[in-house]
């Protein structure tokens, strides 16, 4: 295979897996933490994609804590 259509191939697979993550909707997040986020149902969710955890914190640092949901020294920090 050449390198051209290498990096063609390469290109189509990463355009296409990129489509399957889709970012959690913030108005569902209360609280967002390294592991996961309290969603507005009062439950814990873990990330399914790291980047979700990304975007949260990039665009929604008010309410992104940076560290575990069951982290005891931080029992009372909300």
Known sequence: MSNYRLGAALTIILASSGAAYADVDAAQ??????????????QFHPW????????????????????R?????????H
């Open 29 to 42: 997040v209360t609280l967002a933490y390294v592991d996961g986020y309290t969603g507005t149902d009062g």
């Open 48 to 67: 399914e994609h790291r980047s979700d955890a990304e975007s949260i914190r990039a665009r929604h640092a008010d309410i992104y804590r940076p560290w």
């Open 69 to 77: 949901h069951d982290d005891p020294r931080h029992k009372d920090d």
